[in-house]
């Protein structure tokens, strides 16, 4: 009798996560994995007691490349280069990028979240602010990156290069910080309604009644 073939948890763990990235995270069952792997289910269940288990081995392996990739220097601010590993790692990795996302706020991705928001204090003047104002400027930020993402997985961003997707994100995260450091990300505050009525003024706009109802108007008696 042919002897079984025998696998180690790790040749396992890689072929599943080979898997997601062909397929998605819905193509990963215990049978098609036994089909990748040329054998029965057996050796899966010999390596991992449960599909739970081999789906967490999965979810941490992406997320470790994940965080590597962030790690990355390829700019002077450990800060944006995690930013830009986030968007290239999901348009070179877009179905684990995607399983990552659906694991849910408990899962991998937010984690690497919260790994990411402590790499603040690493950029020399965003040491100096409060972790208020940090809270602010990530939480803005990370919604501004998932959204690049998104577009450039699902939408129709023409430019993909990782020149573009820094300066994206460069000129995001200046005007995300002015924005917030002023006070206009506050609605109604005398701060924004001094910087709106200035900027309103100087185009000869009317300003409405209230902040963020905005519109391009011609000022009356122009």
Request: proline share 4%; no cysteine; charged share 30%.
């Amino acid at each position: 009798m042919p002897r079984p073939v025998s696998f180690s948890r790790e040749q396992i763990g890689t072929a599943a996560l080979d898997l997601v990235r062909r397929e998605g995270w819905d193509a990963l069952t215990a049978r098609s994995l036994a089909a990748a792997l040329g054998t029965s289910v057996a050796p899966i269940y010999g390596a991992f007691e449960t599909m739970e288990d081999l789906q967490t081995w999965v979810l941490g392996e992406a997320s470790r490349r994940l965080s590597e990739a962030g790690t990355r220097p390829r700019t002077d601010s450990g800060f944006l280069n995690s930013g830009i590993g986030l968007v290239l790692f999901a348009r070179d990795e877009p179905k684990l990028f995607l399983a990552l996302y659906r694991a849910g706020i408990e899962g991998e991705l937010e984690r690497h979240r919260r790994e990411v928001r402590s790499r603040m204090k690493e950029d020399a003047f965003l040491a100096s602010l409060e972790e208020e104002e940090l809270d602010r400027i990530f939480d803005q930020l990370w919604t501004y990156t998932l959204g690049m993402i998104l577009d450039m997985l699902f939408g129709r961003a023409k430019d993909r290069s990782e020149e573009w997707v820094a300066a994206r994100l460069r000129s995001a995260g200046s005007l995300l910080m002015y924005g917030i450091l002023s006070g206009l990300d506050k609605d109604g505050s005398s701060a924004a309604r001094e910087r709106w009525t200035d900027l309103f003024a100087r185009r000869g706009w009317t300003i409405p009644p209230r902040a963020g109802n905005y519109r391009n108007e011609p000022a009356r008696g122009r």
